[in-house]
C-alpha cells in the first residue's frame, strides 16, 4: 500500500534572514510564525542545531534552560523535535576547520563541543544527531595532508559516536554530506558514496551496524556540482546507507548552494525519480525541508506559503508516482527493461554471492552465448520509450499523450 512520507523542517529555515554575503537581512519574523506555518502545512517535525538556541560559551544551567523551553515551544504548536546538530561552522575558533583541523587546541574544542551536543540531542528526545562539515576542508592552500584530514575528520565523528554508545543514547549520527562551501576547495567526505566509504573504513566494528549513516541534502548538494542525485541516491539505498531522513529543497544546476524552495530551479523529472526511488524502495524515512523562502520574501504570509509549498510540491511528486505506479503504458515498458535473467546468468551471480565457483559459471555461461551479431538486435526502444510516458506524467499529459504509443508493443 502507497505510504506517503511525513515532514520536518530545519528550525534555521524558519529564522533565515534572506541575507546573503552581498546585501543584509530583508526579514527578521520570529521562530513562532514559522512553526505555527508548519502546523498549518502539515508539517509534524523540527530540527536545530545548538547555536541556533544559545551562544557557543553558554552555561551548562542555561542550554538545560533553553532546552525546556523549545520544548514546550514546539509542543504549542504540537510538533516534535526530529534531529539536532552540532554547528561547527560559524564559530570563527573553526576557520580552519573542527574535527579535522591541523591545530590540535582547536579539534579540542570541536570534540567539547560536539559532546556536549550529543547530550542535548538525547534531552530533546532527537531521533538523529546531524554532523555536517562545513568547514572540514581547505579552501585551497593545501595546509596538510588530505587523507589525514579526512582521518582526523571521521574520527572525531566516531568519539562522537562512542559517546553517545556509552551514554546509552539510541539515536542514528548521520554524516550530511557536500562537496565544497563554504570551504572554497573541497571538504572531506563530500559525496554521499565518499563518505560510505569513509564509515566501512573508520566504522567496522559490527556494533556500528545502522547507528551512523548519511543523511544526503538533494538536489542541493549534488545538483550544485551539475551530477544528478538520482544516481547517488541509489547507491546509498544498495548499500543501506541511507539516513532515515533526506534534506530536501531547490537548487539551479552547477551553482552554490541555493537553497531555494523545493522545485525553483530544479529539475521536476530528477525530483520526481528521487520520489520514486524511495517510494520503490519502500523506504521508511521522512523529508526533512533544508530550505528557505527567496530573499524577496519579508512577510509572515510569505513564510507561510513557502511551507505550504513545500509541503504541496512533495505531495505533487508522490501523487505522479502513484499515476506511474498504475500507468498499463509504463507497466508493460517496465516489463521490458526487468526482464527475468538466464538460468546461467542467475548461476554466474550465485557463484559470486557464495564467492566459489564463479569459473564454472563463467563456462557454461559462455558456452550458452550466441553471439555479439545476435545480442546486437535485441530491441532496446522502450528505453526512450519510458522517459517519454515519465514526461507525460509529469506535465499532466498523459491521458491525451497516450495517443503517441498507439500502435506501438505498449499500447495501452
Not at 546507507?241 to 523545493?262: E, V, Y
Amino acid at each position: 500500500m502507497f505510504q506517503p512520507y511525513q515532514f520536518s523542517i530545519g528550525g534555521w529555515c524558519l529564522v533565515s534572514e534572506g541575507s546573503d554575503p552581498f546585501g543584509e537581512p530583508t526579514r527578521d519574523l520570529p521562530v513562532e510564525v514559522g512553526l505555527e506555518g508548519c502546523a498549518e502545512a502539515g508539517i509534524k517535525f523540527v530540527s536545530f542545531h545548538d547555536r541556533d538556541l544559545w551562544d557557543d560559551d553558554a552555561s551548562e544551567k542555561k542550554i538545560e534552560q533553553k532546552v525546556e523551553e523549545t520544548l514546550d515551544l514546539v509542543k504549542q504548536y504540537d510538533l516534535s523535535v526530529y534531529n539536532f546538530t552540532t554547528n561547527l561552522f560559524s564559530n570563527t575558533c573553526f576557520r580552519s576547520g573542527a574535527l579535522s583541523s591541523p591545530f590540535p587546541q582547536v579539534r579540542e574544542a570541536a570534540i567539547v563541543k560536539a559532546c556536549r551536543s550529543m547530550d542535548v540531542a538525547a534531552l530533546m528526545g532527537a531521533k538523529n544527531m546531524i554532523f555536517w562539515g562545513g568547514r572540514e576542508g581547505s579552501d585551497g592552500a593545501y595546509e596538510q595532508d588530505t587523507g589525514l584530514g579526512l582521518k582526523r575528520y571521521i574520527e572525531g565523528i566516531k568519539i562522537c559516536v562512542d559517546y553517545a554508545l556509552e551514554k546509552g543514547y539510541d539515536y542514528i549520527v548521520t554524516i550530511e554530506t557536500k562537496v565544497y562551501e563554504p570551504r572554497l576547495l573541497a571538504s572531506y567526505a563530500g559525496t554521499g558514496s565518499s563518505a560510505s566509504s569513509a564509515i566501512r573504513k573508520f566504522f567496522p566494528d559490527p556494533k556500528y551496524n545502522g547507528r551512523i549513516l548519511i543523511n544526503p541534502e538533494y538536489p542541493q548538494h549534488v545538483a550544485m556540482l551539475g551530477l544528478d542525485p538520482v544516481f547517488e541516491l541509489g547507491q546509498l539505498l544498495e548499500e543501506d546507507m541511507l539516513a532515515p531522513f533526506i534534506h530536501f529543497g531547490g537548487q539551479i544546476p552547477a551553482r552554490m548552494d541555493c537553497d531555494l524552495p523545493p522545485g525553483v530551479g530544479s529539475s521536476l523529472t530528477a525530483d520526481f525519480m528521487i520520489c520514486n526511488l524511495l517510494h520503490e524502495r519502500n523506504w521508511d524515512g521522512i523529508i526533512e525541508f533544508d530550505c528557505r523562502p527567496m530573499r524577496t520574501t519579508t512577510a509572515a504570509e510569505g513564510m507561510k506559503l513557502f511551507l505550504k509549498h513545500s509541503v504541496g510540491y512533495w505531495k505533487m511528486l508522490e501523487k505522479k508516482v502513484n499515476i506511474y505506479d498504475n500507468d498499463p503504458i509504463i507497466s508493460k515498458i517496465k516489463a521490458e527493461l526487468t526482464q527475468t535473467e538466464s538460468a546461467e546468468l542467475k548461476s554466474v551471480m550465485s557463484a559470486v554471492h557464495k564467492g566459489t565457483g564463479v569459473v564454472k559459471a563463467v563456462q557454461a555461461l559462455t558456452k550458452s552465448f550466441t553471439s555479439f551479431e545476435a545480442i546486437s538486435e535485441i530491441n532496446t526502444d522502450a528505453i526512450e520509450a519510458h522517459i517519454y510516458r515519465v514526461l507525460q506524467i509529469l506535465t499532466g499529459t498523459y491521458e491525451e499523450g497516450a495517443s503517441i504509443f498507439e500502435g506501438t508493443r505498449w499500447s495501452a
